[in-house]
């Protein structure tokens, strides 16, 4: 069975300084990472992904994340965070496999201040 | 494309009566995801479907909840009777597994149900 662990339902940091969110998996099989981000009001939006080869990922909005196998970790960084930035973010996983559905962590609530 | 399609975007409605919240998949996808997202549960998948058969419905919480794909262009999620627990945004997704997306899901806006 997969799962997804968060840590920390909140997270603050202010305009400028480095974004970390942090997140843990647990995956029987070889999994599949994403990160979406949730702006308020909205649906959410895939940030970037992880399937097979390169392990650190990039994606939109000057995001990324590197796959750590050995420590089952998929963190989300940011080198400067932006005020727009300010969101839900939520990683999934997934087996690598077909016909499967995601599954959710519980969701890091990311506050910018100026 | 127009993505995923939710309505209504909000919903108020009464407790015991019956809402009907409906998807518009994005065109050629194949599967269909719907999902309920509240503070204290966070993201929970309700149901999916593969070519309009539903997969997967070990997350739906009780019978009062329902739901169809009748063809592959549309779904719906029904609560009969409707309770003010069930107040919770939901979301419907979809996905198409021949696109080498890797299991990438493509959300719709959400549904926000308050039940009175």
């Known amino acids: 069975a997969q799962s997804v662990t968060q840590l920390g339902s909140h997270v603050s940091v202010s305009e400028g300084a480095l974004v970390l969110l942090r997140c843990n998996y647990s995956s029987s099989v070889p999994p599949y990472l994403f990160w979406y981000v949730q702006y308020p009001n909205q649906g959410l939006q895939l940030l970037l992904k992880?399937?097979?080869?390169?392990?650190l990922v990039k994606g939109i909005n000057g995001f990324e994340a590197e796959f750590k196998k050995s420590e089952t970790s998929f963190h989300l960084t940011k080198p400067s965070a932006h005020m727009s930035d300010a969101a839900e973010y939520f990683c999934a996983v997934t087996p690598n496999q077909a016909g499967t559905a995601l599954i959710f962590g519980k969701g890091t609530t990311l506050s910018v201040s100026s | 494309d127009a993505g995923v399609i939710q309505s209504p975007r909000h919903e108020v409605t009464e407790m015991g009566q019956e809402v009907t919240l409906r998807c518009k998949p994005i065109?050629?996808?194949?599967?269909l995801f719907w999902y309920r997202q509240t503070m204290m549960r966070g993201l929970e998948l309700l149901i999916y479907f593969n070519n309009n058969v539903p997969i997967d419905d070990s997350g739906m919480p009780e019978d009062r909840f329902s739901a169809k794909m009748p063809n592959a262009s549309f779904s719906t999620l029904k609560i009969q009777p409707s309770e003010p627990r069930d107040s919770a945004v939901y979301f419907c997704?979809?996905?198409?597994?021949?696109?080498?997306?890797?299991?990438?899901?493509?959300f719709g806006p959400g549904t926000r149900l308050t039940v009175l």
């Open positions: 992880y399937t097979t080869g390169a392990t």
């Open positions: 065109s050629g996808h194949d599967y």
């Open positions: 997704a979809s996905r198409d597994s021949g696109s080498g997306r890797n299991n990438e899901q493509f």
